[in-house]
């Protein structure tokens, strides 16, 4: 697997919550997702849509302890990389 990138979790993010901007990336990164303006229910539905879109499971419980956009890629991208090998 290719690695997730931020303009990855942007784009998800943008479709699972139906906006059109998203401020994540560069100074952001590091910024919990309650204060970007995702709650648990936005993740929760971006995680399901990276599962079926890369092909990975996504613990629920190691999802809703990445609070921030910075931490929520490591998460994909480990899985990411578990599941490949």
């Known amino acids: 697997m290719s690695e ?4 990855d979790l942007g784009r ?5 919550a ?3 901007e998203v401020a ?4 952001s990164l590091d910024t ?6 995702y709650d648990s229910i936005a993740l929760l539905e971006a995680a399901g849509r990276i599962e079926r879109q890369l ?4 613990d629920d419980e190691t ?11 490591a998460v994909v991208n480990r899985q990411g990389s578990a599941d490949a090998a």
């Open 4 to 7: 997730f990138t931020v303009e």
């Open 63 to 73: 999802v809703g302890e990445a609070t921030t956009p910075r931490l929520f890629l």
């Open 32 to 37: 919990d997702f309650a204060e970007i303006g």
């Open 18 to 20: 139906g906006e059109s």
């Open 55 to 58: 092909g990975i499971q996504l």
């Open 24 to 27: 994540v990336g560069g100074d």
């Open 12 to 16: 998800v993010l943008r479709e699972a």
